[in-house]
């Protein structure tokens, strides 16, 4: 019988000591990450969190257009959730044992596989870069080359294997050698057939649409690459990490490319329900069957913690919510409405160039302006360093009306949306309303959100 003379009461523990969150964290955790909250703003002290709102100490509402980077999926908290993972810690289940098939696990793999009917069999581990580094292994393993492909500008993960696929030099800095993999440019069907015609080439790994900056892949682009790839025996892996289970109002984001079937495909984020971690590798049978070709080889791709109880509790309760909810329909609808509001404004703000995206993923990208007055601070700050203008835009978005949004990547003038799937029409007014008056405040020549724009120049030409 386990003893109860333990004494650990969380509650008291984080009365007595949260108020030293920021304080702890530059201690012992990232101490650059509390020195940049503090920079721009955004040390804030949320107290509680439900679907797309947070709420402070003072009892205010902060929207989240965020998700936590596409993990709440469902928002904060959902019930149905919540009382699955209350459900299977209160089952005591013999979970982990190694030398079991529990049930969970085969139970969450069927419910994936009927929405990905040409794909078999399912890995789970415990994250997006772990699902992309699983990809990476069976392509090598199954096809017997090296080399894998990737887009410029990429994001596929931070792990080694991951960021030998990562576009983004900033992220690659420091950290090779790395995989002998290639960068060809998104919808360039020539480069990547020299590559391919080179013999060595695994796979071509992919995000349907880019989460940095938002660029979709072009019509008809994944279908041609697909058949390319298979005439050179060489495979198709969709990253469906952040752009999968609804996001783009489908289930998969592939799914708007007809006839596009990928040998691997890896999911992450949303399907957590935002609580326990949680990636899954869906791939072919003659892959999975080549890389477990025996009892010898049983093991030899695993996860200690992969295919745990409650992250599989979560995934099944997250795709029961998304089908009872009409979530992938919500995300279409709500995101339809969002993008068509948010692209009217085109013609009315000359800093703000284009509008994009799917679903709820939507990128809005700012440019160049045509008026001398604007166009002169304008490029001040691109001299600083590119992206200060989409992070003056950001700040108030969140100091001002209190709205979480992200700078879509490094050196990018786009602000990226992606908001619980869950979010509806009160929430697109909300947002179109104070973006509407962030940019009437931005064309107005003058102002705090300037004069913010001057602090940013200032920590832009320090770091340098």
């Known amino acids: 019988m386990t003893s109860m003379s ?6 008291r523990l984080l009365a007595e000591r949260g108020g030293e969150r920021y304080e702890l964290h530059a201690r012992h955790l990232n101490h650059q990450l509390p020195r940049m909250l503090h920079t721009i703003g955004f040390d804030k002290v949320y107290e ?10 003072d009892g205010n509402d902060y929207l989240d257009m965020l998700a936590g980077f596409g993990v709440m999926g469902l928002g904060r908290h959902h019930p149905v959730v919540r009382k699955a993972l209350h459900d299977v810690l209160d089952a005591s289940l013999a979970d982990l044992t190694r030398f079991d098939c529990q049930p969970l696990p085969g139970l969450l793999a069927e419910q994936l596989l009927t929405h990905s009917p040409h794909l078999d069999r399912v890995f789970f581990g415990n994250s997006g870069t772990e699902a992309v580094e699983t990809a990476l292994k069976f392509a090598r393993y199954a096809t017997g080359k090296p080399r894998v492909l990737y887009c410029a500008h990429a994001f596929h993960g931070l792990t080694t294997g991951s960021l030998s696929v990562n576009g983004e030099d900033g992220f690659r800095d420091g950290f090779a050698p790395l995989l002998p993999d290639t960068a060809v440019p998104l919808g360039d069907l020539d480069a990547l057939r020299r590559e391919l015609n080179k013999g060595d080439v695994a796979a071509l790994i992919v995000e349907p649409i880019q989460g940095k900056g938002v660029h979709e892949a072009p019509p008809g682009y994944l279908r041609a690459a697909q058949d390319l790839l298979h005439r050179h025996k060489a495979l198709l892996i969709a990253d469906e990490v952040q752009t999968g289970l609804g996001r783009t109002g489908a289930f998969y984001a592939y799914e708007h490319d007809e006839g596009v079937e990928p040998d691997l495909v890896c999911v992450a984020k949303a399907l957590s329900g935002g609580y326990v971690p949680v990636g899954a590798t869906l791939g072919k049978d003659w892959i999975f069957k080549k890389v477990y070709s025996s009892m010898d080889r049983v093991l030899v791709h695993s996860a200690s913690f992969g295919a745990n109880a409650q992250a599989m509790a979560a995934g099944l309760a997250v795709l029961a919510v ?20 948010l692209g009217a404004l085109v013609d009315r703000y000359e800093l703000l ?8 993923m939507i990128g809005i990208e700012f440019g160049r302006p045509r008026s001398l007055k604007l166009r002169s601070r304008w490029t001040m700050l691109q001299a600083a360093r590119k992206g200060l203008f989409a992070q003056m835009v950001v700040v108030p978005l969140l100091q001002k009306h209190r709205i979480l949004t992200q700078v879509s990547g490094d050196h990018l003038e786009v602000i990226k949306l992606i908001p619980p799937l869950t ?20 064309h107005s020549g003058g102002g705090l959100m300037w004069d913010f724009g001057k602090t940013l120049v200032k920590q832009a030409v320090a770091n340098r």
Not at 6 to 11: N, P
Not at 48 to 57: L, S
């Open 6 to 11: 333990t004494e650990f009461d969380l509650g």
């Open 48 to 57: 509680r969190a439900e679907g797309a709102h947070f709420w402070d100490a």
């Open 322 to 341: 998304m089908r009872d909810e009409k979530v992938v329909e919500n995300a279409r609808v709500t995101g339809e409405l969002l993008k068509s509001r």
């Open 353 to 360: 160039s284009e509008v994009r995206g799917r679903g709820l």
């Open 423 to 442: 979010v509806g029409e009160k929430d697109v007014d909300r947002f179109v309303d104070a973006f509407t008056a962030v940019m009437d405040d931005a």
